[in-house]
């Protein structure tokens, strides 16, 4: 339930990052200014004595994390990849909620795959090791088929996962109420929007029949895709709270040593990573979109392998050509086209001045061109583009919520490999490509092909739904009459939206 009641769960939020010691590092990462310290040291030293104690061995902050729940584990998974943003240490120190946190018994394991696919565990499997890897919502055990003899990996879900990740999203949610009601000026970024997406990512990476189908999808999209391996999806071994899937042979994105002593060159394969994401979200409009190194191995022919297809992001065709022209513009240089296509899809409302806009985007894009990414601070960089759009009422598009994530994500594990590396220059010519093939004669005329299709397809009725249509606007069907009953259970709950109202009017004024 989304009450009042999880002001709790906010108030142990800060009581466990005092507890753990994670404020100091959390403000110190972020470079909180002083005033902001003290609120937070202010609010958070009295409840100290309410926070989880975690597990001492960790680092403060993955402490922290680790004892808050899986959706702070997300959080933090996020984080792990921008050492820009938190600095080397704290991005090294997060980097083990990934996929190296503290396991269930694998006997408990394969009781919930004895549940799950309702065979004993040793028909299924001649063998089945402990667990591998181990994330927030899952984890995965090595094992072998006993029909074939093939190496799977089989991933099973945390006992109690769902109730646990429902108490942190309900929690996630008050926040987001109190932000809008105690800071007007966020609701442009509509909080409770971005929550409630969250909230159905979640809730599809928590059933592993979902993800099996996107993988299976995402196979089929990417089958031709040079460098790039899936591990296939064994259905017959696959449920709701199990998925069994081919073993991926390799090292972890995230071992730069490993990578460095299997003769890859990581300077090459950050520019794929990126490569990659890109194609899939503008070629496909469907992409991975929880790329971390967690999630990505090294094949020892050099291919990059990805798993773990719980969360994946969908976006339209008209929204692939926004966002590239966008992108396209800035690779450009073309403020101007940059702002344009902002106010053409609604983005920035249509009583600002585009030239004002455009002046304002030069100056988030311009310091950018000419350096390697050392020299760039993404925070602020990130920072004085919130101030931009906050100036301009530009919202939050939920639609984009995912893909901007999911760069930042990319970003970060492209840095992590080449730190030099210059996500313009990588990401020019498949921007470039998609934009010749998308806006343009070619495709102007294949959206007409496609609209002549749907037409064609109404064609054989089309003078029967003319004849309907001029026969309705002769002769209007007047409405039907409400029953007497109706009224009165109409006039009750108007009348007590009504008094909710009032009640809520008077809260606010006293």
């Known amino acids: 339930m989304k009450g009042p009641h999880n002001i709790w769960r906010l108030v142990r939020t800060g009581a466990t990052l005092e507890r753990t010691g994670a404020m100091n590092v959390v403000l110190d990462a972020f470079e909180a200014p002083p005033a902001l310290r003290f609120v937070a040291r202010a609010l958070g030293l009295p409840f100290k004595w309410l926070g989880y104690k975690g597990d001492p061995s960790m680092p403060p902050a993955t402490r922290a994390l680790t004892a808050l729940g899986p959706a702070y584990i997300k959080f933090g998974q996020v984080l792990s990849t921008r050492p ?60 072998r088929l006993t029909e074939t003899g093939q190496e799977v990996a089989v ?13 942190d999203v309900d929690a996630f949610y008050l926040a987001a109420s109190m932000v809008e009601l105690f800071s007007p000026g966020s609701r442009r970024l509509r909080p409770t929007d971005v929550i409630e997406h969250f909230d159905g990512v979640v809730r599809g990476e928590l059933d592993l029949r979902l993800e099996s189908a996107s993988a299976s999808e995402f196979a089929a999209n990417t089958e031709k895709d040079e460098g790039f391996q899936l591990p296939q999806i064994k259905w017959d071994y696959s449920a709701r709270r199990v998925m069994t899937l081919g073993w991926a042979d390799g090292v972890s994105m995230g071992d730069n040593a490993a990578i460095d002593a299997a003769g890859h060159d990581r300077k090459v394969l950050g520019d794929r990573v990126l490569h990659l994401f890109l194609s899939h979200a503008l070629r496909d409009g469907y992409f991975h979109a929880d790329m971390h190194q967690g999630n990505l191995k090294v094949a020892p022919n050099g291919d990059i392998i990805a798993y773990d297809f719980g969360i994946m992001g969908h976006i339209d065709e008209y929204t692939r050509r926004v966002y590239a022209e966008i992108l396209y513009g800035f690779i450009r240089r073309d403020y101007k086209r940059v702002a344009e296509v902002h106010f053409e899809a609604g983005y920035v409302p249509a009583d ?12 988030v894009g311009e310091p950018i061109f000419g350096m390697d990414a050392t020299r760039i601070s993404m925070a602020r960089l990130l920072t004085y583009l919130f101030e931009v759009t906050e100036r301009f009422g530009m919202e939050t598009r939920t639609e984009l919520i995912l893909l901007q994530r999911t760069m930042v994500v990319v970003e970060g594990v492209a840095r992590s490999l080449n730190p030099s590396i210059n996500i313009w220059e990588v990401a020019s010519p498949i921007v470039t490509s998609y934009i010749t093939k998308s806006i343009g004669p070619r495709a102007a005329l294949n959206d007409l092909a496609k609209t002549v299709t749907v037409l064609a397809r109404f064609g054989p009725r089309l003078p029967e739904l003319v004849e309907d249509a001029l026969l309705r606007q002769s002769n209007p069907t007047p409405p039907p009459r409400q029953p007497f009953w109706r009224w009165i259970v109409l006039a009750s709950a108007g009348g007590a939206v009504g008094g909710a109202l009032v009640l809520w009017m008077l809260a606010r004024l006293f």
Do not use: W, Y
């Open 84 to 143: 820009d943003v938190v600095g080397d240490d704290m991005a090294l120190q997060l980097r083990v909620l990934q996929d190296k946190l503290p396991p269930f018994s694998t006997e408990e394991a394969k009781q919930e795959v004895e549940r799950a696919l309702g065979r004993p565990v040793g028909t299924m499997f001649s063998e089945f090791s402990d667990s591998v890897a181990a994330a927030s919502i899952a984890q995965v055990h090595k094992a």
């Open 155 to 167: 991933k099973v879900l945390r006992p109690g996962i769902e109730k646990a990740f429902r108490k």
């Open 352 to 363: 600002k001045d585009v030239d004002e806009f455009a002046r304002a985007l030069r100056a």
